[in-house]
């Protein structure tokens, strides 16, 4: 069955970095798009990025230029890299496969996705 592993979060300095993996099992990851969300306590779920199968990337404006999303298909992983971090950056991430393989419009959108991982907590602060 489809699961998606979130790791490598944990507590950094704001203006630090920190890589999160995004571990795909149960289908093929070429096949399909990936997108990683935060949840930041008492708030909605927030889409923050997207990779399609064909490696188009797509960031919501508050991680532009600081977030990069990737992945390698031969490790079926998806990774977020994360630079110049914020302390409003602190959510749990996690990591969704959408319905089908593009980002299409309204990627940011939770119900896009059909299926989740466990979330991994990030926390900035000094």
């Known amino acids: 069955q489809v699961q998606l592993v979130e790791s490598g979060g944990g507590l950094v300095q704001p203006g630090g970095s920190l890589r999160l993996s995004c571990a795909a099992s149960?289908?093929?990851?070429?096949?399909?798009?990936i997108g990683w969300f935060r949840q930041a306590p008492g708030k909605a779920r927030e889409g923050i990025s997207c990779?399609?199968?064909?490696?188009?990337?797509y960031y919501v404006g508050s991680v532009k230029g600081r977030f990069t999303i990737s992945k390698d298909n031969g490790k079926s992983t998806v990774y977020l890299q994360m630079s110049s971090l914020k302390p409003e950056d602190t959510a749990v991430y996690y990591c969704?496969?959408?319905?089908?393989?593009?980002?299409?419009?309204?990627?940011?959108?939770?119900?896009?996705?059909?299926?989740w991982g466990q979330g991994t907590q990030v926390t900035v602060s000094s």
């Open positions: 969704a496969r959408p319905r089908g393989s593009s980002c299409a419009a309204g990627w940011e959108l939770p119900s896009r996705y059909a299926s």
């Open positions: 149960g289908f093929t990851l070429d096949d399909y798009a």
């Open positions: 990779i399609s199968s064909g490696r188009v990337t």
